[in-house]
T-cell receptor, first 113, second 114 residues
Framework: GEDVEQSLFLSVREGDSSVINCTYTDSSSTYLYWYKQEPGAGLQLLTYIFSNMDMKQDQRLTVLLNKKDKHLSLRIADTQTGDSAIYFCAESDEDNQGGKLIFGQGTELSVKP | NAGVTQTPKFQVLKTGQSMTLQCAQDMNHNSMYWYRQDPGMGLRLIYYSASEGTTDKGEVPNGYNVSRLNKREFSLRLESAAPSQTSVYFC?????????????FGPGTRLTVT
């Protein structure tokens, strides 16, 4: 079955870059997603990448996709304390019916001043 | 727009009690979802509804039922709550553009079963 794997924790200093990694199994997923969850809140879509792209940049966020290795990463430049949150990567369910997503376990990013 | 709303925000139940979690969206989305979130396990899909009038099981449907009351509302029912159902429950709806599905989440319901 499909599986999405992430490391659980990442700690960085304010101003450094953060890189959150994810591996997935379904090579047919058309889009791959990054969601952000702030404490006590629901998830918010942060960014997504189309599967035929290698990279997508959006202000401080850079998404890299290596389809051969089924590896997705999210880089946050100049990380701020407000970036402290849990970050989830997600892929489309293999049958893509109804827009189902398979989420990773989430990476808790802690930004120290 | 309120987006996705959920009630209640918090709930404590005793084992064997029943309850219904309510969810509504005002974005005219076709698809809606119920997830549970447990530490270290990410989000797991309980049930989803691809369109009004249809519902399907997700990864962890046992112990739950759902109703897609209309296009706006999608409720989740626990008939006989168990401690293993202690979790945070999220409802979501999605905007579809081709194969791109952008899911919008509610604020969650924190449920404790004692």
């Amino acid at each position: 079955g499909e599986d999405v794997e992430q490391s659980l924790f990442l700690s960085v200093r304010e101003g450094d870059s953060s890189v959150i990694n994810c591996t997935y199994t379904d090579s047919s997923s058309t889009y791959l997603y990054w969601y952000k969850q702030e404490p006590g809140a629901g998830l918010q879509l942060l960014t997504y990448i189309f599967s035929n792209m290698d990279m997508k940049q959006d202000q401080r966020l850079t998404v890299l996709l290596n389809k051969k290795d089924k590896h997705l990463s999210l880089r946050i430049a100049d990380t701020q304390t407000g970036d402290s949150a849990i970050y989830f990567c997600a892929e489309s369910d293999e049958d893509n019916q109804g827009g189902k997503l398979i989420f990773g376990q989430g990476t808790e990013l802690s930004v120290k001043p | 727009n309120a987006g996705v709303t959920q009630t209640p925000k918090f709930q404590v139940l005793k084992t064997g009690q029943s309850m219904t979690l309510q969810c509504a969206q005002d974005m005219n989305h076709n698809s809606m979802y119920w997830y549970r979130q447990d530490p270290g396990m990410g989000l797991r899909l309980i049930y989803y509804s691809a369109s009004e009038g249809t519902t399907d099981k997700g990864e962890v449907p046992n112990g739950y039922n759902v109703s897609r009351l209309n296009k706006r509302e999608f409720s989740l029912r626990l008939e006989s709550a168990a401690p293993s159902q202690t979790s945070v429950y999220f409802c979501a709806s999605s905007l579809q553009t081709g194969d791109l599905y952008e899911q919008y989440f509610g604020p969650g319901t924190r449920l404790t079963v004692t």
